[in-house]
């Protein structure tokens, strides 16, 4: 008998074959198969009249054959089937694309279902290559039928079919995790039925009621497992950090914290005198200083006689965060180094050494501080810039070079409280919400390609002022699909020197290139010894240029809200007024709508709001980095209500039972659903 970790090449009607093209997907268990959800659904259940077909609509036609089917050969490697169909209102001329068998396959006088695009007006219209099935004996027509992500080997019908056996393989023996309490409490159904109607929906209310179920415990298990995690370190505790002044700090600033930053730094201090391990994610919009936050909290560790560490994603980042914070935190008495990967050896040993002695109060760098020849005598904060740069494990090896150090991670990336609260259950939250005073905001403008000329005269009347720009690209080079010279990176650049501005000195960069290459790019940039730099969005965490005061994106709409707006954040830093130029031939309404919101406001958050609507979860992250498990049905951006419902459940079931020891099967899947490194 089947288990749902049976190799699907097992499971009766599958086979060895379609399995290799299944495992492409990702698919190698019965689990795997029956949990490859749908992306979206057709609603075929209407048949509709010949007559009553709209202009450019997909519906389906009940319609008999009114003659036998012709074959036209058009040249090499085309040709075409043809039919007349009729019902009682009209008439329905279908051509079929390079399916020849279809000339025997549909019989004169016989009803078939069609299913397409209709064209044509009036009694007479026109269908190209639709679904056909004869009427009475339907698979893909006559009900809501569900769309999957697909691979090359793999269609609809073949992945549907596959999943009909898998559900047939494994009826009786789908274990429920949700315990029945608290799926009667919260009105979801029992998940044999779930997982039937959200891949064959009896109807539109039976789907509905399998997405709630499906969601609910994916959100459930998610709250879980952070939850667990989140007591796995209060249970551990610390010296208490006692209380320090910090007017010497405050007063040593050439600027007074906002309000907001004020506010973060007293969460972040409370927590380290709590005794407990601290574990919090300081998020704000660019600009909005974080660095001076996690400055308070050097200050605070180390007038504490431990160490602390500031980790960051690279070279470059890591030499800004030592010129900007060194001179500020060595006027405090705080001892200071930079260590980084091209830190010369002898420099690294004499660093480390001072580390291990007690000699270094607080070092910058990059991976290097994870390394393992690195000590330190007594490692007390650890901080990593832009969190999600950074994998579970990363964060983990440098908290381990301390005794239980507390932890700060910051992030540019504004993301929605709801979603944070998931992503980051096993995290405190604090929010930098409002921008220091004065900073200038960010003109921003959406405009199609034939703006292109406009465009190159802007940048030059600027870099004529002396300022320099950015040009995002959404690619290293050109493909088949985006084949235009403006897209790919090393190209563009080359365009622009050679013909647009020939006296203008520019660069490129992309993702491709070796660390020190990017950072020697970046280095020259930032001296002005570059007026443009054509970039991928590997520029989207990057060095401070204050003269930077363009940023053009090429392809707008291939970028989501979250991500323009880190990009945005590369200009406006100095006291220039600068500019986003968005360029965009997009014609899709709901692309023009979010490339809009991008000119109509500069808050982060509310753009990450309207991201999570529009695109889910997974824009703010680009490849999961942060070691936290994906969500395959439920919608943070629309299920604000259901998450909560399920955190909810999820503290409740724990406070009754905190080590789950009546629910086995809900353990095992909640630690299945997260990384190892996660748990470990």
């Not at 074959?71 to 209102?89: E, N």
């Not at 004020?262 to 200083?289: H, T």
């Not at 660069?507 to 001296?527: I, S, T, W």
């Not at 930077?548 to 970028?559: Q, R």
Request: hydrophobic residues 40%.
């Amino acid at each position: 008998m089947a288990d749902l970790s049976t190799d699907i090449q097992y499971i009766k009607g599958v086979g060895e074959q379609r399995a290799k093209a299944l495992n492409r997907l990702g698919i190698f268990t019965l689990q795997d198969l029956i949990a490859w959800f749908p992306r979206r659904y057709e609603d075929r259940t209407q048949i509709r009249r010949i007559a009553d077909l709209a202009e450019g609509e997909t519906a389906c036609v009940a319609a008999m054959v009114a003659s036998p089917p012709t074959v036209t050969h058009i040249r090499r490697g085309m040709d075409l089937v043809k039919l007349r169909a009729v019902d009682d209102s009209g008439v329905l001329d279908v051509t079929f694309f390079n399916q020849t068998w279809l000339k025997n396959g549909l019989r004169s006088g016989e009803t078939y279902i069609f299913c397409g695009k209709a064209e044509g007006a009036h009694q007479r219209r026109k269908m190209n290559t639709p679904i056909v099935e004869p009427e009475g004996r339907q698979e893909v027509t006559g009900r809501i039928v569900p769309i999957y992500p697909l691979t090359a080997g793999v269609s609809q019908l073949v992945l549907s079919r596959s999943i009909r056996q898998g559900l047939d393989a494994c009826a009786g023996i789908l274990p429920d995790v949700l315990p029945d309490a608290i799926r009667q409490q919260h009105q979801l159904c029992r998940i044999g039925f779930a997982y039937e109607n959200i891949h064959f929906p009896e109807n539109p209310e039976a789907l509905a009621l399998a997405r709630r179920r499906l969601a609910f415990e994916e959100l459930f298990l998610f709250a879980i497992g952070l939850r667990r995690l989140k007591n796995r370190r209060e249970v551990v505790r610390v010296a208490p950090c006692g209380d320090v002044d910090m007017t010497p700090f405050y007063n040593a600033l050439p600027f007074t914290l906002t309000h907001a930053q004020r506010r973060c730094v007293e969460e972040a201090l409370e927590s380290m005198r709590s005794g407990l391990p601290m574990n919090r994610l300081c998020q704000g919009d660019v600009g909005s200083g974080k660095t001076m936050v996690a400055a308070a909290c050097v200050y605070f560790c180390v007038k504490n006689g431990r160490q602390a560490a500031l980790m960051v994603p690279t070279e470059i980042l890591a030499q800004q965060h030592f010129a900007a914070l060194a001179p500020l935190m060595e006027s405090l008495g705080v001892r200071c180094a930079l260590l980084t990967g091209s830190t010369l050896a002898k420099a690294k040993r004499e660093t480390s050494a001072k580390l291990a002695g007690g000699e270094l109060d607080f070092v910058i760098g990059t991976h290097a501080l994870i390394t393992g020849s690195i000590v330190y005598q007594n490692l007390g904060l650890v901080v990593t810039d832009e969190q999600h740069r950074f994998g579970v494990a990363q964060r983990a090896a440098l908290a381990a070079k301390g005794e239980h150090p507390h932890t700060l991670v910051m992030s540019a990336t504004p993301i929605p409280r709801t979603l944070a609260l998931i992503l980051y259950g096993d995290l405190d939250v604090s929010i930098i919400d409002e921008l220091p005073p004065g900073r200038r905001p960010i003109e921003t403008y959406i405009v199609p390609g034939s703006y292109h000329p406009r465009v190159y005269n802007f940048l030059h009347k600027l870099i004529d002022q002396g300022r320099q720009a950015y040009v995002v690209c959404p690619q290293v080079s050109g493909n088949e699909e985006l084949s235009d010279e403006r897209k790919a990176v090393t190209e563009y650049a080359k365009t622009l020197q050679t013909t647009i501005f020939p006296e203008l000195k520019i660069a490129f960069l992309h993702g491709k290139m070796k660390p020190k290459e990017k950072d020697a790019v970046m280095q020259a940039f930032a001296r002005h010894e570059t007026d443009i730099l054509v970039s991928t969005t590997v520029v989207e965490v990057g060095v401070d240029v204050p003269n930077a005061a363009v940023m053009v994106v090429e392809n707008a709409e291939m970028f989501g809200l979250s991500q323009l707006h880190q990009l945005r954040g590369r200009v406006g830093r100095g006291e220039h007024q600068s500019y986003c130029i968005l360029i965009s031939d997009n014609q899709n309404e709901e692309t023009r709508q979010r490339l809009k919101v991008m000119a109509k406001t500069s808050d982060g958050f509310k753009l990450a709001e309207e991201d999570l609507h529009l695109r889910g979860p997974g824009d703010f992250f680009g490849e999961r980095q942060h070691g936290l498990p994906g969500l395959k049905v439920a919608n943070l951006g629309c299920e604000t209500k259901l998450l909560q419902e399920a955190q909810q459940a999820a503290d409740a079931l724990l406070e009754e039972s905190p080590g789950l020891e009546p629910y086995p099967t809900l353990v095992e899947r909640v630690e299945q659903l997260f990384t190892q490194n996660t748990f470990n």
